[in-house]
């Protein structure tokens, strides 16, 4: 979800001052924060299942990725645009280097891929507004990984803002990544949205 600046009064944005908001909001809260258009994207607390997918999906990458190349989690990249923008993927495939790097925020010119698992209350909108996210920063692989309905899409060829080429899947059909990675990956282990046992006590 998308949360004006001005709904934030300590300490009160100011150019340059975003990334600062947006740390101060995940420490407090929890919830990871982005920044895309000068404006702070929050995003809900994933629930365990999101993080399955996330760590059986990083396994998998772990075996096979060529020489060189590494699967990382919390790890932002940098937007064309505004100077404060950034987004943080759930998993992102990135140069080995980036172990030594400085820098919290990586060149979008050096990722491989990028993944996203979309957590339960996220709308449409939402989904393809991401996908336009990566496409601006040419990000030249984007996996959309979707628990609510066991389907993934695999984003490709980003040009003029938007990908080119989607490819749709079920959990259970395997990924086929294109070069440089040139593999296919496994969905049939990745688990399914249910009912939260906590929400379903709340009276």
Do not use: C
């Not at 507004?129 to 920063?137: G, H, I, P, Q, S």
């Amino acid at each position: 979800m998308s949360v004006s600046p001005d709904a934030w009064t300590h300490p009160r944005p100011r150019p340059g001052n975003l990334r600062e908001i947006a740390e101060k909001i995940e420490d407090a809260t929890g919830l990871r924060v982005q920044i895309v258009g000068g404006k702070l994207v929050m995003s809900p607390s994933p629930r365990g299942k999101h993080a399955g997918v996330v760590v059986r999906l990083r396994r998998q990458l772990e075996s096979v990725l060529p020489e060189g190349l590494g699967a990382y989690e919390v790890s932002s990249i940098a937007l064309p645009g505004e100077p404060d923008d950034y987004v943080t993927p759930d998993l992102i495939v990135l140069p080995a280097e980036w172990e030594e790097d400085d820098d919290w925020l990586a060149d979008p010119a050096d990722v491989a891929l990028a993944v996203e698992v979309i957590s339960q209350s996220e709308k449409s909108r939402e989904i393809r507004d991401k996908a336009d996210w990566y496409a601006v920063a040419r990000v030249p692989v984007l996996l959309v990984v979707d628990p609510r309905n066991g389907t993934w899409a695999l984003h490709t060829r980003p040009d003029n803002g938007a990908y080119q080429d989607v490819l749709p899947g079920k959990f259970g059909e395997s990924v086929p990544l294109p070069a440089p990675l040139g593999f296919e990956v496994a969905t049939d282990r990745f688990p399914v949205y249910g009912t939260s046992p906590r929400t379903s006590q709340v009276s």
